[in-house]
């Protein structure tokens, strides 16, 4: 059976459906979950969803899927404009990564302008919602070469 495909998400993702809904939308992340889920399971592959707040978890997330997982889909939410830690976790491990975001970032504050993981990561969605995720999710699929 192929390993899943992991979906990572950043901090303040939790509050997701009730943060800044006119900028990240009205789903939860556990809708987004559910939706994931069902997308993968359409194409044949199962996810492992997961939220941290905390940096150094999802480092530590990063560096297991690096046996355990097939991609990896990952939000990192503000860490992506700060974090090289994150950047370096990414450069490191085997499978595919893919950049997600609910919103476009380049259209936001000029902070947001640079990602991290852009630059490590096979490729970057943006700006659509859910939709960042489904493609995200087939991105990941493609990067495999199946």
Known sequence: MTQPIHILNGPNLNLLGTREPDVYGTLSLKEIEQAC????????????????NHEGELIDW???ANVNACAVVFNPAAF???SVALH?????????????????????????HHSYIALAARGSITG??????LLGINAAITSLGN
């Open 88 to 112: 370096d976790a990414v450069r490191a491990i085997e499978p595919p990564v893919i950049e997600v975001h609910l919103s476009q970032t380049a259209a936001r504050e000029a902070f947001r």
């Open 128 to 133: 659509l919602g859910l939709q960042s995720y």
């Open 37 to 52: 889920a069902r997308h993968a399971r359409d194409l044949g592959y199962e996810i492992l969803f997961r939220q941290s």
């Open 62 to 64: 990063l560096h297991d």
């Open 80 to 82: 992506t404009h700060t």
